[in-house]
């Protein structure tokens, strides 16, 4: 059973280029969250997903990001016209749900991308 | 969701049992601790949950005290591979609100040497 999947692994971009982040989430799963982690911080929530919705973004930059999950294919993060300060760790994570049993409510986490803006 | 304590670091001989603390004493009633790790250079791995009782997988066992006020994660025999930093986190589980959340503070890294 393959985990999640993240692509690519490193990204590298030069200021004002878009970046593309891909994931995957676990079979049979339906919901996509996103994490950045910025160096020597913890991880913080971005974005929440299901198929083809946006169910909460509150941790998103109200600018320059914008996310995905479409009713095929991978969930998409985008960062448009990246800056230095966007230069992190951006992780993955899916889950069966968010209510019910606490084992669906799980989120398993992809390896991550590894963003850096030159 | 409640506020978790955890030391910045701690150090383990390999072969031996790491025992990592955790206070979340304004933990509710309906929340449950999650204790992840993370190697270096890659993503977050659940390890353990737990409500009240005290838990054991095949990884780690989760021991919180009675007035849930916190918990220890113990690695019965660590070894190299174990080295990682420990997120202790606690949550709220079911429906509504937005406790999908998970909310990393900067955990424990544990150092296990040979």
């Known amino acids: 059973n393959a985990g999640v999947m993240q692509n690519p692994r490193h990204l590298v971009r030069r200021r004002g280029q878009e970046a593309r982040l891909r994931c995957s989430p676990m079979?049979?799963?339906?919901?996509v969250y996103w994490y950045r982690q910025l160096p020597e911080e913890g991880l913080k929530f971005m974005v929440y997903l299901q198929k083809e919705n946006i169910i909460d973004e509150s941790g998103m930059p109200k600018e320059r990001f914008s996310a995905e999950f479409p009713k095929e294919g991978p969930s998409i993060l985008r960062i448009q016209q990246v800056v230095r300060g966007d230069s992190a760790a951006y992780f993955c994570?899916?889950?069966?749900?968010?209510?019910?049993?606490?084992?669906?409510?799980?989120?398993?986490f992809g390896p991550g991308t590894r963003l850096t803006v030159l | 969701d409640a506020k978790t304590t955890q030391p910045t670091s701690m150090d383990c001989a390999e072969g031996r049992a790491a025992n990592l603390p955790c206070n979340h004493s304004t933990i509710s009633g309906n929340e449950y601790v999650y204790w992840y790790r993370q190697i270096h250079s890659q993503g977050p791995q659940y390890i353990i949950h737990?409500?009240?009782n005290n838990e054991t997988n095949e990884m780690a066992s989760l021991i919180i005290t009675e007035d849930r006020k916190s918990s220890t994660l113990i690695l019965p025999h660590a070894t190299l591979r174990d080295t990682a930093v420990y997120y202790c986190i606690v949550r709220v589980e079911g429906s509504g609100g937005s406790n999908y959340k998970l909310t990393f503070g900067k955990g424990t890294l544990l150092t296990v040497n040979p």
């Open positions: 079979k049979g799963h339906s919901h």
């Open positions: 994570a899916s889950s069966g749900g968010t209510s019910g049993r606490a084992d669906y409510n799980e989120q398993f």
């Open positions: 737990g409500l009240k």
